[in-house]
């Protein structure tokens, strides 16, 4: 069973910027992609952005990159988001995910990620 624990958010004024981080004690971290989903209140879990096992590829929601990185350091089993510029519809309940996948492969489908962090909610006032 893989744990992912997840840290960071809070609350933030509308252009401000916070990292949130999402790490697992699993010694075989480096073979699991892992992505970021949210959850705005009444609405449905949706797709933020992924990174392959290695850290090499990267893939976003439309609209996030540029404002939204997400990057990882397998020696320390972490995988971040940058969230940058943020504004009140960011805000949400974000979870970390992590799924079995080849090297340089990523997706945007809930259905490939079979572990999942506690969520950590993020506040965005304007």
């Known amino acids: 069973q893989v744990q992912l624990v997840q840290s960071g958010g809070g609350s933030v004024q509308a252009g401000g910027s916070l990292r949130l981080s999402c790490t697992t004690s699993?010694?075989?971290?480096?073979?699991?992609?892992v992505a970021w989903f949210r959850q705005a209140a009444e609405k449905e879990r949706e797709f933020v952005a992924c990174v392959d096992t290695s850290g090499g590829n990267t893939q976003y929601r439309p609209g996030l990159m540029g404002r939204f990185t997400i990057s990882r350091d397998n020696a320390k089993k972490t995988v971040y988001l940058q969230m940058n510029n943020l504004t009140s519809e960011d805000t949400a309940v974000y979870y970390c995910a992590a799924g079995a996948g080849a090297r340089g492969a990523t997706s945007s489908r809930r259905n490939d990620y079979r572990y999942w962090g506690q969520g950590t909610q993020v506040t965005v006032s304007s």
């Open positions: 699993e010694r075989t971290a480096s073979a699991y992609r």
